[in-house]
T-cell receptor, first 114, second 111 residues
Framework: DSGVTQTPKHLITATGQRVTLRCSPR?????VYWYQQSLDQGLQFLIH???????AKGNILERFSAQQFPDLHSELNLSSLELGDSALYFC?????????????FGPGTRLTVT | GENVEQHPSTLSVQEGDSAVIKCTYS??????FPWYKQELGKRPQLIID?????GEKKDQRIAVTLNKTAKHFSLHITETQPEDSAVYFC??????????FGQGTELSVKP
């Protein structure tokens, strides 16, 4: 167990809908990273938050957004869902206050868009 | 931006043999190189990492080497066991940055 939690574990929804994925980092970790894993794209970085502020954006669609709250949990919002959004969504947390920068992954949310 | 290439994409070995997975990176600013093991449907688990000021690191049956000049790093697993079967990902990052992953290597250890 990495100490990172994600809910829900599974999500099945229809095209055009909106969903929210939740992540709670390890105690003390200030950074939350979101990654998408699909069969054809591998593990792709989406977005990084550090202590409530957006730090970096990767291959994140405009239909997707995220935020990190004062208690450091983070939510990833996916809207106008398409079949191609079906994937495993992982968050990872890191202390990021000093070297080393180990990132520990949560169990993931499997999103199926039908 | 950073780009990480990983080879081979699949690797099959006999139990007890060694396995080697290689990665190359493009950004000379990268200074942290972790390796993750992922079993089917599970989270990536950090198994070993190396920093740019170190050339080699070992932890029991696994070791990682880094060649900064050539911008490549490798994972070595000795005395492989069936429970080593999984997908292995290399990654690279620089200070306080996201991980850029390789494409993954599916390792199969045959008993």
């Amino acid at each position: 167990d990495s100490g990172v939690t994600q809910t829900p574990k599974h999500l099945i929804t229809a095209t055009g809908q909106r969903v929210t994925l939740r992540c709670s980092p390890r105690s003390g970790d200030l950074s939350v990273y979101w990654y998408q894993q699909s069969l054809d794209q591998g593990l792709q970085f989406l977005i990084h938050y550090y202590n409530g502020e957006e730090r970096a954006k990767g291959n994140i669609l405009e239909r997707f957004s995220a935020q990190q709250f004062p208690d450091l949990h983070s939510e990833l919002n996916l809207s106008s869902l398409e079949l191609g959004d079906s994937a495993l969504y992982f968050c990872a947390s890191s202390a990021d206050s000093r070297f080393p920068y180990e990132q520990y992954f949560g169990p993931g949310t499997r999103l199926t868009v039908t | 931006g950073e780009n990480v290439e990983q080879h081979p994409s699949t690797l099959s070995v006999q139990e007890g043999d060694s396995a080697v997975i290689k990665c190359t990176y493009s950004d000379s600013a990268s200074n942290y190189f972790p390796w993750y093991k992922q079993e089917l449907g599970k989270r990536p688990q950090l198994i070993i990492d190396i920093r740019s000021n170190v050339g080699e690191k070992k932890d029991q049956r696994i070791a990682v080497t880094l060649n900064k000049t050539a911008k490549h790093f490798s994972l070595h697993i000795t005395e492989t066991q069936p429970e080593d079967s999984a997908v292995y990902f290399c990654a690279a990052s620089s200070t306080l940055r996201e991980l850029i992953f390789g494409q993954g290597t599916e390792l199969s250890v045959k008993p």
